[in-house]
C-alpha cells in the first residue's frame, strides 16, 4: 500500500537558517530512497535568487539530489519534473498568488498525482497550508484571511500560530464567529507530520513548540496538542 505524506512546516528551516539542516533532515529520512531526489518549488516569492540558494547551501549538505522548479523564466516539462521526485518542498511567501500560478499551468492536478504515487510533500508557511483544504494566510496585506487550498488533506492549517501576533486571535475570532470549527495551528519550530492524512505528530527542531489542534468547547477555546518528537 502507499503511504502518503505531507510535513508542513510553521515557520524557519532554510529559509531562515540556510545549512542547519534539521528538519530538512528529517524529511529526507521520510523517504524510502538511500538517494532522495528533492525538488524545490518557491513560486511564492517570485522564485526568488536567495531562497533557492539557502536551499540548495542546505540540501547540499545531505545525500540527495536537490532541484528547483521556476515558473518565471522558462518552465520545464512539468509532469517529467515532478513525477520523478521523491519529495516535493514548497516555500513560503503569498499563497494566493503561487496557487493561481500553480492552477494555470495545471500543477495542481500533477502534485496529486506525485502525491497519491507516494512523493512526500512538505513546505512551510504558504507551503504548508496549501496541502490543506483551506488555510489561514496573509497574502492580503490588509489582514488575515481564510483561503481555500489544494484539499490533499481535510482541515483549516494556520502557520506561524507563536511567531506573528494577530494569528493566535485570528484563529481563536475564527472559531468563536463560526468561520471554522477548529484550526491545525503550527508554531515556528516546528511540523505536522501527517502519513494517509492523519497527524503522525508534531516535529519539533526549537525549543518550546508544538502543533496544536484548535476548537471550542463549552464556550471555552481549547489548544490541544498534538504528540511531539523532538528531533534538535
Known amino acids: 500500500m502507499t503511504q502518503r505524506q505531507i510535513i508542513a512546516i510553521g515557520g524557519g528551516g532554510f529559509g531562515r537558517n540556510p545549512g542547519e539542516g534539521i528538519i530538512e533532515n528529517y524529511i529526507l ?4 530512497s538511500e538517494k532522495p531526489k528533492i525538488c524545490f518549488i518557491p513560486t511564492a516569492t517570485g522564485d526568488d535568487e536567495g531562497y533557492k540558494e539557502s536551499y540548495y547551501s542546505t540540501f547540499s549538505i545531505f545525500d540527495c539530489k536537490p532541484v528547483h522548479l521556476d515558473f518565471f523564466k522558462r518552465t520545464p516539462d512539468l509532469e517529467e519534473l515532478i513525477l520523478d ?10 499563497t494566493k498568488s503561487m496557487l493561481a500560478v500553480w492552477r494555470d499551468w495545471g500543477l495542481d492536478k500533477l502534485l496529486k498525482r506525485a502525491y497519491e504515487k507516494g512523493t512526500i510533500m512538505c513546505g512551510v508557511s504558504a507551503g504548508a497550508i496549501c496541502w490543506f483544504d483551506s488555510g489561514i494566510t496573509d497574502s492580503w496585506s490588509s489582514d488575515l484571511r481564510l483561503m481555500n487550498c489544494l484539499a490533499f488533506t481535510k482541515g483549516v492549517c494556520c502557520p506561524h500560530f507563536d511567531e506573528e501576533p494577530e494569528r493566535r486571535p485570528t484563529v481563536h475570532r475564527m472559531i468563536k464567529d463560526k468561520d471554522i470549527s477548529e484550526c491545525i495551528a503550527i508554531d515556528g519550530g516546528c511540523a505536522l507530520h501527517l502519513i494517509n492524512e ?5 516535529i519539533v527542531f526549537s525549543d518550546n513548540k508544538n502543533a496544536y489542534c484548535v476548537s471550542m468547547e463549552n464556550d471555552v477555546i481549547d489548544e490541544s496538542p498534538y504528540p511531539s518528537i523532538d528531533i534538535f
Not at 29 to 32: G, H, L, P, R
Not at 85 to 94: K, L, M, R, S
Not at 198 to 202: D, E, L
Request: aromatic share 6%.
Open 85 to 94: 521526485q521523491d519529495i516535493v518542498f514548497v516555500g513560503g511567501g503569498n
Open 29 to 32: 529520512d521520510q523517504s524510502k
Open 198 to 202: 492523519a497527524p503522525h505528530g508534531s
